[in-house]
């Protein structure tokens, strides 16, 4: 499902520029918003509030920072409100005095309809987390989902510390979950030599790790790039990654903890000796050998159909040759036929010696001449 209309949720401050479609699709000032605006506050305070309004509609935070609000947005606020267009200080201006601040944030949030992120609120956004940490590949994603979450609800959303923490809260819990998982599914020993054999050097390739050879792409589909893949699954397969049984661990978070190990260098990995090490370990291998069998199966099929294609192309060749040998045959038969001067025995015998190696033994017989 498409998230676009979501963009700006959580945000804290306008971007630099918008573009006029952004403008347009997010911070349209409706004209019942518009006459509700010029109602209760006076000209030189409308475009304050209406940016204050259009952004906590937007991101469902209100919008302390003034650093910079793109001047398409200042613009199209003036024509709505039909107003003089206030410059960027003159905003920091008015919003030096806290109050004024307060009170335009408040207005916002009421016209809106906004209730606040209290205790029961957050008591609820923390059972939906744990809910979604199981597909969540990262904290982040987890706290995007939290800000939309309480978007759709018309919350008030808090601050990012708060929705951070009770991601992070969320998130080991899950964590703690794989792990027993995984120490269920694939013994010590067998995760001890993983991570040993993981970061070793391969001998005569200039120091680079297992781990590396391990996530090079495959190149170009050819019998080398083949024999090195299909190399790489017997390495994973004798580590045992194709019979540990993970299934209490979602796909997506699989995949978050072997990127986690991918993108970062070996030597630092090598390093740490914490828990989520043997999580990223276990799961880099799982999903290396998932990804390397669906590569030697493309690598495999193109190779066949090379094979194929080249096999095609040489029975097209000797037919083209043999149809230039029968049109010879044919010609130099229909010669013999007309060379009168022969007897027909003799034209019957000379033809059938053009015409030896297509005869059958067992049903012609010769002709005497």
């Not at 964590?175 to 998982?181: F, M, R």
């Amino acid at each position: 499902m498409s998230t676009y209309h979501l963009r700006f949720v959580g945000a804290d401050h306008l971007p630099r520029t918008l573009s006029e479609f952004d403008v347009a699709r997010f911070f349209h000032l409706a004209l019942v918003d518009a006459q509700a605006i010029r109602e209760r506050f006076r000209a030189d305070r409308r475009l304050g509030v209406a940016v204050q309004f259009l952004f906590l509609r937007a991101s469902g935070r209100p919008l302390d920072r003034f650093a910079v609000v793109p001047k398409t947005l200042l613009q199209h606020l003036a024509r709505e409100l039909g107003v003089t267009q206030t410059s960027i200080a003159s905003l920091r201006s008015m919003y030096r005095r806290r109050e004024t601040l307060y009170d335009h944030q408040r207005w916002a949030r009421e016209q809106l309809g906004l209730s606040s992120c209290g205790d029961k609120e957050l008591a609820a956004l923390k059972a939906q987390l744990r809910i979604q940490a199981n597909d969540a590949a990262s904290i982040d994603e987890l706290v995007k989902g939290a800000e939309r979450w309480l978007f759709e609800r018309g919350t008030l959303l808090p601050s990012d510390r708060v929705l951070r923490d009770a991601a992070r809260k969320a998130f080991a819990v899950v964590e703690q979950s794989a792990l027993e998982v995984i120490e269920a599914a694939v013994s010590a020993s067998a995760r001890t030599v993983c991570q040993t054999v993981l970061f070793e050097s391969i001998a005569g390739n200039e120091g680079q790790t297992v781990l590396e050879w391990l996530k090079t792409p495959a190149a170009r589909h050819s019998p080398s790039t083949l024999t090195d893949t299909l190399a790489k699954v017997r390495i994973l397969k004798q580590l045992g990654a194709h019979d540990w049984k993970l299934d209490g661990i979602s796909a997506a978070r699989e995949g978050a903890y072997a990127r986690a190990l991918a993108n970062r260098s070996p030597s630092e990995s090598r390093r740490r000796k914490d828990r989520t090490q043997t999580l990223e370990v276990i799961c880099f291998l799982r999903v290396t050998l998932f990804e390397l069998s669906d590569t030697v199966l493309l690598l495999a099929g193109r190779r066949v159909s090379d094979l194929v294609r080249r096999a095609a192309g040489k029975v097209d060749a000797k037919r083209a040759g043999d149809a230039l040998d029968y049109r010879a045959r044919f010609a130099s038969i229909r010669e013999t036929l007309k060379n009168f001067a022969l007897s027909a025995e003799q034209r019957l015998v000379t033809i059938e010696l053009m015409v030896h190696d297509d005869i059958d033994p067992s049903t012609h017989r010769p002709i005497d001449p």
